[in-house]
């Protein structure tokens, strides 16, 4: 018969409600990840993910680095913590399956009371069941995280471009169309700010988007669009030579998408 003196007994009975720490290291795993996106967040609602292209599409690579950092990061503390000690445990005189067990006390880490104890091993629904809350509630996190960021991401974008807009409305208001160049230059920028006013109050845009494509799209003042559709066509692809007429008529246009009369 085996004497065991020490702390290094083996747990052979789980106590009644030892399921519970099951759960207790689980969702403390969780508020770790969870800590680790809030803190993303916060980083990201003081300055945009570099982007690419007018669209501004997300850069993927940069976000999966900051996702693996959190975890990286989270692990250590995970770590401490499957090691922390419960405080002593004191075990009766026993006799379990031929092994006899002194009183004393003998302390042992979360890990090896609740994961290496021979109940939670034979159990794999267990396992099942809290691998599987982790994981869907870590890729709940992950969705909530990645909707904050492209809604954030979206009205930084809007405000930086109306801001822009702005200002250039600000000088064509009083230096007039002649500023932008000539007549070409003139149809073919308010076009385009056209696009950006237009996209300001809601009305989406893509590259991939032929200027006729995009008109189908364009439902508000619809005819002024289309009209200023043509002219650019006009100074962006037709052999004829565009006339001042045609930019005075393009600005014309371009107040009206904008909700505002021109003064003559």
């Keep these: ?130 691998y599987g809350v982790f994981g869907i509630v870590s890729a709940t996190l992950v969705y909530l995280s990645m909707a904050f960021y492209k809604d954030l991401s979206a009205r930084r974008r809007i405000k930086k471009l109306k801001e822009e807009v702005q200002e250039f409305d600000k000088r064509l208001k009083e230096e007039g169309i002649s500023f932008i160049g000539d007549p070409k230059d003139i149809v073919v920028k308010l076009y385009k700010n056209a696009v950006i006013w237009l996209e300001i109050l809601g009305i989406p845009y893509k590259e991939s988007w032929t200027h006729w494509e995009h008109a189908e799209r364009v439902k508000y003042k ?18 004829e030579k565009v006339t001042m007429e045609d930019a005075k008529r393009a600005y014309d246009l371009y107040l009206t998408i904008k909700g505002e009369e021109h003064e003559n």
Excluded: C
């Design 222 to 239: 619809h005819d002024a669009y289309v009209e200023l559709a043509r002219l650019f066509e006009k100074a962006k692809y037709a052999p």
């Design 1 to 130: 018969m085996a004497l065991i003196m020490s702390g290094q007994a083996r747990i052979e009975e789980t106590p009644k409600g030892s399921q519970n720490y099951y759960w207790i290291g689980l969702f403390f795993g969780i508020i770790v990840i969870a800590a680790g996106f809030i803190i993303i967040q916060i980083l990201l609602s003081w300055q945009d993910l570099p982007t690419k292209g007018r669209n501004e599409k997300i850069n993927w690579a940069i976000i999966a680095a900051i996702f693996a950092g959190t975890l990286i990061l989270s692990l250590p503390l995970l770590y401490i913590v499957s090691k922390a000690q419960f405080s002593s445990i004191t075990a009766n005189n026993t006799t379990t399956q031929g092994v006899y067990v002194v009183n004393g006390s003998y302390h042992v880490s979360y890990y090896e009371k609740y994961f290496r104890n021979p109940v939670f091993q034979g159990s794999s629904n267990a396992k099942i069941i809290l």
